[in-house]
């Protein structure tokens, strides 16, 4: 087996001691928001038209396109903690215009219609920045672009196929840079070459978008109860009942946005697993700093390795570095304790010095965690239940930023009982495998990860339990 360029050339222990050194255990987009009061937990009894669990992006989105199908709609999101606390305030703020994670995984899942779905990826992520502009919401919005980065020589071949399959199609702005050019637009000694896709990629603050959905939802008479988490859905032949531990809602409909969380739905408890993902953050680099990195157009970056990176910089001029180690812990359990893993930090610091020798001195300021909701489709699914009254989506299995708000569309259209150019989608309609009760769903994540690994060190080389998987759709491509 080989060696990786993070392993042929690592940074001092010292430097990441020091880098680490005063870096808190917090999620910087979440302390970059102002202080603001905690909303009422949810008391008594309660009517309504929608009642939607989970205030993330899919619950936000959800109730905001229910208030613009009727205003005057009762519509209810009831979150167990606050607004946008979990995945929607701890990701790296890419909104990727696929639906399916990337054009690969949906041709190989939904041949027949990728190229539809495509078309409704882009203009969903037109419609989240023409909705983000609409509602007057700051989120540090930046349609950039990203860059696809080749960090080992094998993936320049990816790239170069990548690259024809675009124009094959007639696909603008999809532009293959050898390293020379890569290097005068981002100055890294790892980057061997890239692809830009130019107009199929945003950056976004996450914490100011769950909040500014929030505040949007509710002067659109949305009301969103924190702090009360749901225990149960009862139903009967006239209605459905949404019972936290001191109160219950009874209407008509209901959606289920709890994204990693383990569903209120039986039916769908083996549907994902979640997988914890490490990020940290620097401090505001000097102008010096940023004169010695590049990166004036400010793309969103990730390499092309199974065991990938992401990274990005803030309005303030932060990096954040994310990525690489994806853990899985037996029992599907969602802990806070996982999310405290110094052996990921002190890797990913290892990474970021490596990628940027210049930026030898800068200091991370946070460092965290979160659980992504990973599907054997690797994007999400949805459904009904209950006689079609309650809806759900899940499992966006890390790209849902975008993904969320056409997954509130679903929703409402599932809710609503007639066909609709989303709901005839196979990709809607088809429920992907269940993931294996345990032990047999940790041995077979963990046997994944050490074989896309020893693949990253084997020339991208899938071994044969990879290509088992793939034969079988059973996701993990990247």
């Known amino acids: ?59 936000l989105w959800t109730a905001l396109q229910a208030k613009r ?9 009831i979150e167990a903690r606050t607004v946008g ?12 215009a696929s639906l399916t994670h990337g054009r690969d995984n949906g041709l ?15 203009a969903n992520l037109d419609g989240m920045g023409d909705d983000i502009a609409h509602y007057g919401i700051d989120a540090d919005w930046e349609r950039v672009g990203a860059l696809g980065i080749a960090t080992e020589p094998h993936q320049l071949e990816w790239l170069d196929e990548w690259a024809a399959d675009a124009a094959s199609r007639g696909e603008q702005g999809v532009v293959r840079m050898n390293r020379a050019e890569v290097q005068a637009s981002i100055h890294s000694p790892t980057f061997l070459g890239a692809v830009f896709e130019q107009h199929s990629n945003a950056l976004v603050h996450p914490g100011k978008l769950a909040a500014g959905l929030a505040r949007a939802a509710e002067e659109a008479g949305v009301e969103i109860f924190e702090g009360s988490p749901v225990r149960s859905i009862d139903d009967d032949s006239s209605s459905v009942v949404v019972r936290t531990a001191d109160a219950f809602v009874t209407t008509s409909q209901v959606a289920l946005a709890t994204n990693v969380f383990p569903s209120l ?41 199974n065991q990938f990176h ?27 304790g996982y999310e405290n893993r110094p052996e990921s930090w002190q890797k990913l610091a290892s990474h970021f010095f490596t990628t940027f020798p210049q930026l030898d001195g800068v200091r991370f300021t946070h460092r965290w965690a979160g659980a992504i909701d990973t599907s054997t489709q690797f994007c999400a699914f949805f459904g009904t239940a209950r006689q079609g009254r309650v809806a759900y989506a899940a499992g966006f299995t890390g790209l849902g930023v975008a993904a969320t708000r056409f997954a ?14 989303r709901t005839e989608l196979e990709m809607v309609r088809k429920r992907p495998l269940p993931f294996p009760p345990e032990p047999a769903a ?12 020893r693949a990253d060190h084997n020339r991208g080389r899938r071994n044969i339990l990879l290509k088992s998987l793939d034969a079988l759709g059973l996701g993990f491509d990247s």
């Open 310 to 336: 992401y990274f990005r910089l803030s309005a303030d001029n932060r990096i954040l570095f994310g990525g690489y180690d994806a853990v899985y812990h037996y029992g599907r359990q969602v802990r806070a």
């Open 108 to 122: 190989s899942r939904w041949p027949n219609e990728i190229d539809h779905l495509d078309e409704l990826g882009m």
């Open 69 to 77: 199908r009727d205003p005057d709609a009762r519509v209810i999101v």
């Open 408 to 421: 509130g569309d679903v929703m409402l259209d599932l809710l609503s009982g007639e066909k609709t150019e």
């Open 265 to 305: 739905l039986k039916r769908n408890r083996l549907m994902t697993v979640p997988v914890y993902d490490y990020v940290l953050m620097t401090e505001p680099l000097s102008d010096a700093q940023l004169v010695s990195i590049g990166w004036t157009d400010r793309q969103g970056l990730s390499d092309l390795a």
């Open 1 to 59: 087996m080989g060696t990786t360029v993070y392993e042929r050339d690592r940074p001092s222990a010292s430097l990441l001691t020091t880098s680490l050194a005063e870096s808190r255990h917090s999620v910087f987009w979440l302390d970059d928001l102002p202080a603001s009061p905690a909303r009422a937990p949810l008391t008594g009894a309660h009517t309504a038209d929608l009642v939607i669990v989970g205030a993330g992006y899919t619950g």
């Open 442 to 453: 940790a041995l077979g994540i963990n046997a994944t990860r050490w074989s896309l690994d």
């Open 85 to 96: 606390w979990a995945a929607s305030g701890r990701n790296g703020g890419f909104c990727e």
